[in-house]
């Protein structure tokens, strides 16, 4: 059926969005980098990638450091480094928690649509209080194409059941919000580094917190979804 009697279906981000995982991504390509003769990662070099799904991201590391290692084995490495260190427990932006505690009850369709692996989304979600409440989670490999596609929350929005016109995003990378667009979705951009705020892929954003998590009002936002 399409549309929902319980208002729009909300489809969260995971990485940088609910939880602050960016650190352990950081931390996971650092550790694989040094193993394969590649050191000195620096959280800068990461930040170039944040919001681009892994496998994406190492093509183009492999690329630009001339790595011979197939892609496939850099991702299952990067994968057990970061499971390791995901498992280890990751901070859930406490708004963020507010505001799927509020419209879990509401009945609000709620999903998880990420550029992670399933393997990790489950691992980081399954550390958390919101494993229950976020059930349907859907993953970029799942998909032909990744963020700033709109592969990922297309194919979230028809397991949902839902019409694309009916979905409001929350995502904190401009690929992300650029893929909502493209998706036909409304977009609450929260933008993981506030000095992104004023990337034009951010200007289509519905509802915009430049500064970030640190401005983000789950209040505001639950009311204006609902409104």
């Given at each position: 059926?399409?549309?929902?009697?319980?208002?729009?279906?909300v489809?969260?981000?995971?990485?940088?969005?609910l939880?602050?995982?960016?650190?352990h991504?950081?931390?996971?390509?650092?550790?694989?980098?040094?193993?394969?003769?590649?050191?000195?990662?620096?959280?800068?070099?990461?930040?170039?990638?944040?919001?681009?799904?892994?496998?994406?991201?190492?093509?183009?590391?492999?690329?630009e450091?001339?790595?011979?290692?197939?892609?496939?084995?850099?991702?299952?490495?990067?994968?057990?480094?970061?499971?390791?260190?995901?498992?280890?427990?990751?901070?859930?932006?406490?708004?963020?928690?507010?505001?799927?505690?509020?419209?879990?009850?509401?009945?609000?369709?709620?999903?998880?649509?990420?550029g992670?692996?399933?393997?990790?989304?489950?691992?980081?979600?399954?550390?958390?209080?919101?494993?229950?409440?976020?059930?349907?989670r859907?993953?970029?490999e799942?998909?032909?194409?990744?963020?700033?596609?709109?592969?990922v929350?297309?194919?979230?929005?028809?397991?949902?059941?839902?019409?694309?016109?009916?979905?409001?995003v929350?995502?904190?990378?401009?690929?992300?919000?650029?893929?909502?667009?493209?998706?036909?979705?409304?977009?609450?951009?929260?933008?993981?580094?506030?000095?992104?705020?004023?990337?034009?892929?951010?200007?289509?954003?519905?509802l915009?917190?430049?500064?970030?998590?640190r401005?983000?009002?789950?209040?505001k936002?639950?009311d204006?979804?609902?409104?």
């Open positions: 059926m399409i549309g929902s009697p319980a208002g729009p279906a489809v969260f981000d995971l990485d940088g969005t939880v602050d995982s960016e650190p991504y950081y931390e996971a390509g650092r550790r694989l980098l040094a193993a394969h003769g590649v050191p000195g990662f620096t959280w800068e070099d990461h930040a170039r990638f944040i919001g681009i799904g892994t496998r994406e991201t190492l093509e183009a590391l492999r690329r450091h001339g790595l011979t290692t197939p892609v496939d084995q850099l991702l299952a490495e990067k994968n057990r480094l970061y499971l390791d260190l995901a498992r280890t427990g990751t901070e859930v932006f406490p708004e963020m928690r507010k505001l799927v505690e509020r419209l879990h009850p509401a009945g609000h369709p709620l999903a998880v649509a990420s992670s692996s399933r393997t990790a989304i489950d691992a980081v979600l399954g550390a958390t209080t919101l494993d229950a409440l976020l059930p349907l859907v993953s970029a799942e998909v032909a194409h990744g963020k700033p596609e709109p592969d929350f297309l194919e979230t929005a028809r397991r949902l059941g839902v019409a694309p016109a009916d979905c409001v929350i995502e904190d990378t401009p690929p992300g919000a650029e893929a909502a667009r493209r998706a036909g979705m409304r977009c609450v951009a929260v933008p993981y580094a506030p000095a992104q705020a004023t990337d034009p892929a951010f200007a289509g954003a519905d915009l917190f430049p500064a970030g998590q401005e983000f009002d789950a209040q936002v639950f204006w979804i609902v409104g």
